[in-house]
């Protein structure tokens, strides 16, 4: 069955960085894009950014376009996302997700992993 | 950026109701629509994508149609279990952008 498992998430200070990891299994990894998405305490889903499933073509919301990046290691079957000058707004809790096909809808999605940028 | 809005934003309803959700693009999206139910403190669930087709192990009391602009997610007989938010998330074009969330409650 597919599994994703997000690992990298905790508190952090403003201006400061964070990598998060997702480890996908159970699927062919190398073969779907993936997603992040987010949810800050108590509200509704953001989604973050996509990568296709050769890297070629990644996309992000405007909210963390150049400060965030996201990248696969297919070998690895693992997904990060790479995140800069972090500030308050960004806590919430990050799930990594699976695209159904094509970059559309996203069929599995991690349990999540919590950032808290606080000073 | 496309904006999704959805109504209501809540509803009561009982077990055995039948339940309209409805979702609205900023501008056409043709079918690039997908329906998720998220529980408390759980990731969200696919229900629904390309605006109609429903996600394999989804039961059948789930439905949704539209196109364009207007889009509309109705579960047909309430069970206990589905008493949770469902979102709304357009797949057009980028940045994806979700709805604000429909929270069903129990009446």
């Known amino acids: 069955q597919v599994q994703l498992v997000e690992s990298g998430g905790g508190v952090v200070q403003p201006g400061r960085s964070l990598r998060l990891s997702c480890a996908g299994s159970?699927?062919?990894?190398?073969?779907?894009?993936m997603h992040w998405v987010r949810q800050a305490p108590g509200k509704g889903l953001e989604w973050v950014a996509v990568?296709?499933?050769?890297?070629?073509?990644?996309y992000y919301a405007d909210s963390v376009k150049g400060r965030f990046t996201i990248s696969r290691d297919n070998s690895k079957n693992t997904l990060y996302l790479q995140m800069n000058s972090l500030r308050a707004e960004d806590t919430a809790v990050y799930y990594c997700?699976?695209?159904?096909?094509?970059?559309?809808?996203?069929?599995?999605w991690g349990q999540g992993t919590l950032v808290t940028v606080s000073s | 950026d496309i904006q999704m809005t959805q109504s209501p934003s809540s509803v009561s309803a009982s077990v055995g109701d039948r339940v309209t959700i409805t979702c609205r693009a900023s501008?056409?999206?043709?079918?690039?629509l997908a329906w998720y139910q998220q529980k408390p403190g759980k990731p969200p669930k696919l229900l629904i994508y390309a605006a109609s087709s429903l996600q394999s192990g989804v039961p059948s009391r789930f439905s949704g149609s539209g196109s364009g602009t207007d889009f509309t997610l109705t579960i047909s007989s309430l069970q206990p279990e589905d008493f949770a938010t469902y979102y709304c998330q357009q797949a057009s074009s980028f940045p994806f952008t979700f709805g604000p969330g429909t929270k069903l409650n129990i009446k």
């Open positions: 997700a699976k695209d159904r096909h094509l970059l559309s809808a996203v069929d599995y």
């Open positions: 159970g699927f062919t990894f190398s073969s779907h894009g």
């Open positions: 501008q056409g999206i043709s079918s690039w």
């Open positions: 990568i296709s499933y050769d890297e070629i073509n990644k």
